[in-house]
């Protein structure tokens, strides 16, 4: 060690040295005056402190200082380095310019340099992890609150990207039934100075050296993707395109799978850090999962959509069974009765022109449930309607209604209601070869109660029946089904037929 003239002096000049860094938490500010008081103690012209990353173990200069005032080149000059070490880690090294070597004094100093460095980052250390769980909270807030993907990602972005000063983009992947990625989908971006933006760009799916990096939940960064001779040739595409050589992928994982990426760049090279980081890694997990919960409610909601789609499907054809094919049916019937060469009966002429007039009728109705028209009132009764039809059927034998006591309920309980007795009397117009027929219909506004019966031969055994009537009776259990009431049927040759409907079905 260098020998020193005055030990007091330098022993005053030590203690007010490491006085000036012991308190100072601030580690920016810190770093600032171990520089300083290295020059001062140690009479060099720079000194320079190298700081490892605790994450990556990499040394970078993050404090320099020159007693000119200008900026001195450490590799042009002769220069002395002192480890900062605690607990036998090394946090990294201060650097003096000069080739003397250190006084017992400087490395003292050093000593307590490292000491101050490690109070330091632990406090920051400390703020980071409050701050994080700040802003995982409103992250997780503001993105629980969002209904829809693309208000998820903007709160994403608004809440988190808007923080630092990169380029912020968000994708996501495209699956197949089986769950294959079959393309890429950026969704929207934040950018420096701007506001959130949202579009939707697809690019090809593609497989590359990253993936498995990724996959594992591993954050991918690169300085300078210009220069960087292992990126994969798309991704290096896409960054000249924009210009922006410093990239980070973050994955996002939901449900054991990675659903997407956010997208950090910036348009210079740069050596990203973990404090950057942080805050993208720290709310990927909430990104992810809310991502994937909305996804999965918006293909639940066009499962729906689509078997709301196939419902309707059948309950037009349902309608075209039970009344437009039932009319062509009778019409086609009158029409075969009909003697060639002979005048038609007038009777028969009427009964044609009704069952006419009802067919375009019940295809005028069909037509206004695809595209209602405003307006329009006076719908007959439910009982008027079994009558009215009754009235039309070939085929019918003598016939009762029995509608007292009836108060309506809502038209849709009433049209199913109405269907399932149509079906019921084609039924026995066509097959029953009865000699009376008879419905009960009885209401007090909240339950109702509909009986069909005839006197006739019965149905044929399930399987002939059901195949022969095609939706008749599978028809008639639909309807119930879809307005919660009950439907039975008794049938024998002795006895005839009934069809007992009761709504709504009564409570076990």
């Not at 040739?233 to 659903?259: C, F, K, M, T």
């Not at 209604?401 to 019921?424: D, G, K, T, W």
């Amino acid at each position: 060690m260098e020998e020193q003239p005055n030990f007091l002096a330098n022993t005053m000049s030590l203690q007010y040295a490491i006085e000036q860094i012991v308190g100072e938490l601030d580690l920016e500010r810190l770093l600032e005056r171990i520089v300083e008081g290295a020059c001062k103690l140690s009479n060099r012209e720079f000194a320079q402190v190298v700081l490892s990353d605790p994450a990556t173990h990499i040394a970078f200069p993050v404090a320099h200082f020159s007693t000119s005032g200008q900026a001195a080149s450490i590799r042009d000059s002769a220069t002395r380095s002192i480890p900062l070490t605690r607990n036998g880690k090394t946090l990294g090294a201060l650097i003096l310019g000069g080739d003397q070597n250190p006084t017992i004094e400087i490395v003292n100093f050093a000593h307590y340099a490292a000491l101050a460095i490690e109070n330091a980052r632990l406090v920051e250390e400390n703020v980071r992890s409050t701050e994080q769980r700040a802003l995982l909270l409103r992250t997780t807030e503001r993105i629980g609150n969002a209904m829809s993907v693309d208000e998820v990602i903007t709160a994403y972005l608004d809440q988190v990207a808007s923080n630092g000063r990169y380029y912020c983009s968000i994708l996501l992947y495209d699956f197949d039934e089986k769950g294959n990625k079959v393309g890429n989908l950026v969704r929207g971006q934040w950018a420096p100075g701007g506001q959130v933006e949202l579009f939707e760009i697809r690019i090809p799916a593609d497989q590359d050296e990253l993936d498995p990096m990724l996959a594992a939940g591993q954050t991918v960064t690169y300085a300078d993707v210009f220069t960087e001779p292992n990126i994969p040739p798309s991704l290096r595409a896409e960054q000249e395109r924009d210009n922006r050589p410093a990239l980070a992928l973050v994955p996002l994982i939901g449900d054991g799978r990675r659903i997407g990426l956010v997208i950090l760049s910036y348009d210079r090279p740069h050596n990203w850090t973990r404090e950057e980081l942080a805050p993208f890694q720290a709310t990927a997990v909430q990104l992810a999962s809310a991502l994937q919960s909305r996804r999965d409610h918006d293909a639940l909601i066009e499962t729906d959509r689509r078997l709301a789609v196939l419902d309707e499907r059948r309950r037009l054809a349902r309608e075209l069974h039970d009344s437009v094919t039932q009319i062509l049916f009778s019409l086609n019937l009158l029409a075969q009765s009909l003697e060639p060469d002979a005048p038609a009966p007038r009777e028969l002429v009427e009964k044609i022109v009704e069952l006419s007039r009802r067919g375009l009728g019940d295809m005028r109705s069909l037509l206004e449930e695809l595209r209602p028209v405003k307006g329009q009132s006076g719908r007959p009764t439910l009982p008027q309607r079994i009558s009215a039809h009754a009235a039309t059927l070939i085929g019918l034998p003598p016939f009762a209604l029995n509608s007292e006591p009836y108060r309506p309920v809502s038209e849709e309980i009433e049209q199913e209601l109405f269907r399932i007795c149509q079906e019921a009397l084609n039924n026995v117009a066509k097959h029953a070869r009865a000699n009376s027929a008879s419905v009960t219909l009885l209401s007090d506004g909240s339950k109702v109660k509909l009986k069909i019966q005839d006197d006739g031969v019965g149905m044929l055994k399930k399987g002939h029946q059901e195949k022969r009537q095609g939706f008749g009776l599978t028809g008639m259990h639909e309807r119930a089904e879809e307005i919660n009431a009950t439907l039975e049927v008794a049938s024998s040759p002795e006895t005839g037929t009934t069809i007992e409907v009761r709504w709504p079905k009564d409570d076990d």
